[in-house]
């Protein structure tokens, strides 16, 4: 079955610090790659998305995420955190079988708490 | 365009009793996804309706299940309430037309079971 890691619970940074959360997945076959936010009181948003193409892509809030499909990851970056970047971060995959179906998957979330 | 709006937004129930969670999705939307969201175990899926049928379920037990009309509306039904079941129930939708196709999710309901 699909799992899906997410390396850091809880993350601290000062505003200005640069961030990545690392994300990895187990599953061999064809994937789109996501990466929701959801703010304090808010409910999920995507934050982007990957699904074929420039492994390396970019999203809303100056976020960005790159695909490494041989070490089956997804690691989200931003070079300059802000305190309205605190949240919680959550990683999803989305495997497609051959039948035709598509099963999504979430890591267990990343919370982000920037110190202004 | 409306997003996905999920009623009630928060419940309280007692132990043994049962629950009814609705979904209305985004208009045009036929792909409902159902969550499962605490702070131990993250999101967890519960299962995924398309076109009124159940797609695929997650590994939860029989006292939950789900439905899906015509206008593409869904219910969770959770039954014998058991405090565990306290959590943060996630609907989600989408076309599903296209494998690119991406969720959106609902503000979500907030069951807490006494």
């Known amino acids: 079955a699909q799992s899906v890691s997410q390396h850091n619970h809880h993350v601290i940074l000062s505003e200005a610090a640069s961030l990545e959360l690392g994300c990895n997945y187990s599953?061999?076959?064809?994937?789109?790659l996501f990466w929701y936010v959801q703010y304090p009181g808010q409910h999920l948003q995507l934050l982007l998305k990957?699904?074929?193409?420039?492994?390396l892509v970019k999203g809303i809030k100056g976020f960005e995420a790159e695909f490494i499909k041989s070490k089956f990851s997804f690691n989200l970056r931003k070079p300059s955190v802000q305190w309205s970047d605190t949240a919680e971060y959550f990683c999803?995959?989305?495997?497609?079988?051959?039948?035709?179906?598509?099963?999504?998957?979430f890591g267990i979330g990343t919370k982000l708490q920037v110190i202004p | 365009k409306a997003g996905v709006t999920q009623t009630p937004r928060y419940l309280i129930k007692t132990r043994g009793q049962q629950v009814t969670l609705s979904c209305s999705p985004i208009?045009?939307?036929?792909?409902v996804s159902w969550y499962q969201q605490t702070p131990g175990q993250g999101l967890q899926f519960l299962f995924e309706?398309?076109?009124?049928?159940?797609?695929n379920k997650g590994n939860f037990p029989g006292r939950f299940s789900g439905r899906q009309f015509s206008n593409s509306r869904s219910e969770m039904n959770v039954s014998t309430l058991e405090l565990g079941d306290s959590a943060l129930y996630l609907c989600?939708?989408?076309?599903?037309?296209?494998?690119?196709?991406?969720?959106?999710f609902g503000p979500g309901t907030r069951l807490t079971v006494l």
């Open positions: 989600a939708s989408g076309r599903q037309v296209e494998s690119t196709d991406t969720q959106y």
């Open positions: 599953y061999g076959g064809t994937v789109n």
């Open positions: 990957y699904f074929s193409g420039d492994p």
């Open positions: 999803a995959v989305k495997e497609l079988d051959s039948g035709g179906y598509q099963k999504v998957t």
């Open positions: 208009s045009g939307h036929r792909s």
């Open positions: 309706y398309f076109s009124e049928t159940q797609r």
